[in-house]
């Protein structure tokens, strides 16, 4: 089994920055990030950025320029660094990885932009 473990959420105000963490633990052995997505109260979950094997990086458009997404494969975790938010990037945020086949998803953290 695998958990994940998303952590950094809190809130900011519009133009602040946060970063969020993923930490994998459990048998953690050959465990793949895929990225981190965000839910909004009423909407679905929608992709934010991922990475792939490689390092090669995607972002939705609506973050591009501000987020960054990177890994530590040493650590067994992923990080979201966010930047110049906006209240529109208010949602849980959720990371997800697969081991073994079998897909994975944190419990997901709070970000809230508000002044």
């Known amino acids: 089994q695998v958990q994940l473990v998303e952590s950094g959420g809190g809130l900011v105000q519009p133009g602040g920055s946060l970063r969020l963490s993923c930490a994998a633990s459990?048998?953690?052995?050959?465990?793949?990030?895929i990225g981190w997505f965000r839910q909004a109260p009423g909407q679905q979950r929608d992709m934010v950025a991922t990475i792939i094997s490689g390092g090669t990086t995607n972002y939705a458009d609506s973050v591009k320029g501000r987020f960054t997404i990177s890994r530590d494969n040493a650590k067994n975790t992923m990080y979201l660094q966010m930047n110049n938010l906006k209240p529109e990037d208010t949602a849980v945020y959720s990371c997800?990885?697969?081991?073994?086949?079998?897909?994975?998803w944190g419990q997901g953290t709070q970000v809230t932009v508000s002044s």
């Open positions: 997800n990885a697969v081991r073994g086949g079998k897909l994975y």
């Open positions: 459990g048998s953690v052995a050959g465990i793949y990030f």
